[in-house]
């Protein structure tokens, strides 16, 4: 039997909750976004919802830009094997480039 897409309301919903119950962001906000604001101010409160919207205009950015990406791909064939294998490939310099990135910066943090 072939299951039912849900339809796109139901999806937003239910990623929503997922979003919304999810420790792992909660715990990187609530460490990170300290770090940016001042407690002793008078509208600190402020600078923190400034800050998540902020962060989610970015992630709406992205994620827009990433589903575009996708549909794109996957309308041009992207299906086959040998499309999939390099960008199975891609991604993997995208990690490796990154991780290097990340080592050069801890030496740099070093000094």
Excluded: D
């Excluded at 002793?40 to 409160?45: K, S």
């Excluded at 589903?67 to 990690?95: E, H, K, T």
């Amino acid at each position: 039997a072939q299951r039912r897409q849900p339809s796109g309301r139901h999806a937003a919903a239910r990623g929503l909750l997922l979003t919304l119950t999810n420790p792992k962001p909660i715990l990187f906000f609530g460490a990170f976004f300290p770090l940016f604001i001042n407690p002793r101010a008078q509208r600190w409160l402020e600078g923190f919802a400034l800050l998540g919207l902020l962060f989610e205009m970015l992630n709406l950015v992205y994620f827009t830009a990433l589903v575009y990406l996708v549909g794109r791909l996957n309308r041009s064939g992207a299906r086959n094997g040998r499309a999939q294998v390099l960008l199975r490939r891609a991604g993997a310099l995208a990690l490796i480039a990154c991780g290097a990135w990340a080592l050069s910066q801890l030496h740099f943090l070093q000094r």
